[in-house]
């Protein structure tokens, strides 16, 4: 592939190096043990007006071992894994479990469970990566074709990066598999106006493999484009109102309903929608998919933080919410099976997560979604973080464009939406314009009757 070099190699035998680690906390009194281990090297350039502005470049590794002595558990990571270092790792986690408190639910995946035969090939790994020089050159070219658009008075700069990780997981359970990824990007950021009615925006693309990533051209245009349109907001009345969801942010809707699902906030109770289960939470034909095998996917991977299988599953089918997402642990609390969607870092225990997670396009264009409203609001960019994942109730600032008889008008700023996420996921309508660009992905979404404070 031409530009690429092998400046990120993969790790060799990392699922024998965590295997390894598991069979020392075993041999040193641990009941059982995972381990997981990250190798991951990345270089980033970044410009600023043409001009190289900084270049970052991290290649490092870190093991993450934890163990149990009965229902006792402890967790500890190292960045040294040297044999002294790995000895000295396996002794703390043990001493630290013996005076840990008990947890009844804690535990590796049941066995029976763990992920068996050849894994999903989601090829989320192109076997390369590219240069600093050529990093620079997209950054360039991405910040070069914004700043040339007329109105553009001064940028923030332009961006491009490149990385590939091994991932490997092993329990005492007898599962040790691993999997690398690259990841590539670039982005611009731009300024329009000057003194106090200056306007900024951007635009970025990711991608697993170097020839799915945009052009920087492309980049920098949009950056361009969005920031120039955003001169001169205005105000909206206050009012209830349809707020139509850009992609850019309607894709966020989905995080609540994530985070309400998972096994945690439901055995807390801490849910929104802890009564929810089987429920008509959208309206019939909506369907919410997680799917951790889509090829080349920003997410993708063949099995979860446990060692458990992965799966496309239906989240919400048919507006009917079909279930919790659970790791063993809070499945185990809930009387239920864990659903292969246990999600952790190098420290601490997994939790539950989605992979690439979707809302299903509808039938209406974009322009059919708009074409009767007389007053509304298009968001393109939300501010502040008003969730209550208790009660749903959800208020955000925004910016982004008037709708007038259904045709998009002026530039709107200092406008606040609000309303309640059950009530919002009832009305919620999606547009066709499903792209696939980042890991959490949503057409254009319409939700009429929020409340709307602007001037």
Request: glycine letters at 12%.
């Amino acid at each position: 592939m031409p530009g690429m070099v092998n400046e990120y190699p993969v790790a060799a035998n990392a699922a024998d190096l965590a295997a390894d680690l598991v069979a020392a906390a075993v041999a040193a009194g641990a009941d059982a043990a995972d381990v997981l281990y990250v190798r991951d090297a990345a270089t980033q350039v970044s410009v600023r007006l043409g001009v190289l502005d900084d270049v970052q470049r991290s290649d490092g590794e870190e093991i993450g071992l934890r163990l149990f002595i009965g229902r006792r558990s402890a967790s500890v990571s190292s960045s040294d894994l040297s044999k002294d270092a790995m000895r000295a790792l396996v002794d703390r986690a043990v001493a630290m479990a013996r005076e840990a408190p008990e947890d009844p639910y804690a535990g590796l995946a049941p066995a029976e469970l763990l992920a068996t035969g050849a894994m999903p090939d989601v090829d989320i790994d192109d076997g390369g990566a590219v240069g600093p020089a050529e990093l620079k050159a997209r950054a360039l070219e991405a910040e070069d074709v914004a700043r040339s658009v007329p109105g553009i008075t001064n940028s923030e700069g332009g961006s491009a990066s490149g990385s590939r990780a091994t991932i490997a997981l092993a329990t005492s359970t007898g599962f040790a598999r691993e999997y690398a990824t690259t990841a590539y990007g670039c982005s611009a950021s731009v300024i329009a106006g000057a003194g106090g009615v200056m306007q900024r925006d951007y635009a970025s693309h990711s991608a697993r493999h170097l020839v799915d990533l945009e052009a920087p051209a492309t980049i920098g245009r949009r950056a361009a484009d969005r920031t120039i349109a955003r001169l001169n907001p205005t105000q909206l009345p206050s009012g209830r109102m349809p707020v139509v969801f850009d992609p850019r942010v309607s894709a966020g809707l989905l995080g609540p309903l994530i985070g309400a699902i998972t096994g945690a906030a439901i055995a807390r109770r801490t849910s929104f929608l802890l009564d929810a289960m089987d429920t008509q939470l959208f309206a019939p034909g909506i369907r919410v998919v997680d799917d951790p095998h889509r090829v080349r996917g920003l997410r993708s991977r063949p099995f979860d933080g446990e060692g458990l299988p992965t799966a496309a599953r239906d989240i919400v089918h048919d507006g009917r919410l079909t279930g919790w997402i659970a790791d063993s642990a809070s499945a185990r609390q809930l009387g239920m099976q864990p659903t292969g969607h246990a999600s952790r870092g190098i420290g601490g225990s997994p939790g539950a997560g989605t992979t690439n997670l979707h809302l299903a396009a509808g039938t209406l264009s974009v322009e059919a979604l708009i074409a009767d409203i007389v007053l509304g609001v298009w968001v393109i960019e939300l501010i502040g973080s008003g969730v209550n994942g208790l009660t749903g109730d959800y208020s955000r600032g925004a910016a982004g464009f008037a709708i007038r008889n259904g045709q998009l008008a002026e530039p709107v700023a200092e406008v606040t939406i609000a309303g309640n996420l059950k009530t919002m996921y009832r009305e919620l309508v999606p547009a066709s314009d499903l792209l696939f660009r980042a890991g959490t992905n949503a057409p254009t979404v319409r939700i009429d009757g929020m409340t709307v404070a602007g001037a």
